[in-house]
């Protein structure tokens, strides 16, 4: 019996120390969870390393860490995203999808002025579902088919989700999201969809205002009671 606890004491001891070993000399654990920010114009993804508390935001292999959220369908099949679905957009341009945001969990009416003048501004075909719902008009291989606002962001997510498998070899699946404070819950559960597609877990949906205040650890500073949060885009500033 005591020969039997020795044994089971010793393997203990012989963790601890290969635990303490690798924390201190290993590879560090590869992230298991990322943040990611589904731009309308940009999207990027962070993870969290908690071997050294670092959150690292991912570059892809352009060295680009803000990825134009632009989504190309090619005439052979081959679909491009970010910087490569930019520099074909010129030729490709009714097969070249962006703004895809805009549209997501948005029901729109055919009739609609201003549906009408977005619409015509945009190079590619947009169509409405029995619903309401924005469908992208594509062709591939001489075939046009409709595409939902969801799938192109979840290919942009995808390619995302596959930047951090080539920079740290991690299939990440677990994912926060954050979204406009203005979207209501109908935009932000297709936002979660669009996660889905992804093959991927929403942990979390938070609003980019509240993102903004937690990366620069405003919530854990003494005193402050009302922040100002500055969003600088493309088209709009907004302030919170």
């Given at each position: 019996m005591s020969t039997t606890f020795t044994l089971i004491g010793i393997s203990a001891i012989?963790?601890?120390?290969?635990?303490?070993?690798?924390?201190?000399?290993?590879?560090?654990?590869?992230?298991?969870?990322?943040?990611?920010?589904?731009?309308?114009?940009?999207?990027?993804?962070?993870?969290?390393?908690?071997?050294?508390?670092?959150?690292?935001?991912?570059?892809?292999?352009?060295?680009?860490?803000?990825?134009?959220?632009?989504v190309g369908f090619l005439g052979n099949g081959e679909i491009v995203v970010g910087t490569k679905a930019v520099e074909q957009q010129e030729t490709n341009p009714s097969n070249t999808i962006y703004d895809a945001k805009r549209f997501i969990g948005k029901r729109f009416e055919e009739n609609n002025p201003q549906f009408q003048m977005d619409r015509n501004r945009y190079p590619f075909t947009i169509?409405?579902?029995?619903?309401?719902?924005?469908?992208?008009?594509?062709?591939?291989?001489?075939?046009?088919?409709?595409?939902?606002?969801?799938e192109i962001g979840s290919i942009i997510i995808s390619y995302l989700q596959k930047m951090v498998l080539e920079f740290y070899g991690a299939n990440i699946k677990e994912v926060v999201i954050s979204v406009p404070?203005?979207?209501?819950?109908?935009?932000?559960?297709?936002?979660?969809?669009?996660?889905?597609?992804?093959?991927?877990?929403?942990?979390?949906?938070?609003?980019?205002?509240?993102?903004?205040?937690?990366?620069?650890?405003?919530?854990?500073?003494?005193?402050?009671?009302?922040?100002?949060?500055?969003?600088?885009?493309?088209?709009?500033?907004?302030?919170?």
């Open positions: 012989a963790v601890s120390l290969l635990g303490y070993y690798f924390q201190k000399y290993g590879p560090p654990p590869p992230p298991k969870i990322a943040g990611i920010d589904l731009g309308t114009t940009y999207s990027s993804i962070a993870v969290f390393l908690p071997a050294s508390g670092q959150t690292i935001v991912i570059e892809d292999k352009l060295g680009k860490k803000s990825i134009p959220s632009v169509k409405l579902d029995s619903e309401g719902f924005a469908l992208f008009e594509i062709e591939e291989k001489g075939v046009k088919r409709l595409i939902r606002p969801e404070t203005e979207f209501d819950q109908m935009q932000r559960t297709y936002t979660n969809k669009t996660v889905d597609l992804a093959g991927m877990n929403v942990r979390r949906i938070i609003s980019e205002p509240t993102a903004a205040a937690l990366a620069y650890g405003l919530h854990e500073k003494k005193g402050v009671e009302y922040i100002l949060v500055v969003d600088i885009g493309i088209i709009f500033i907004k302030f919170y």
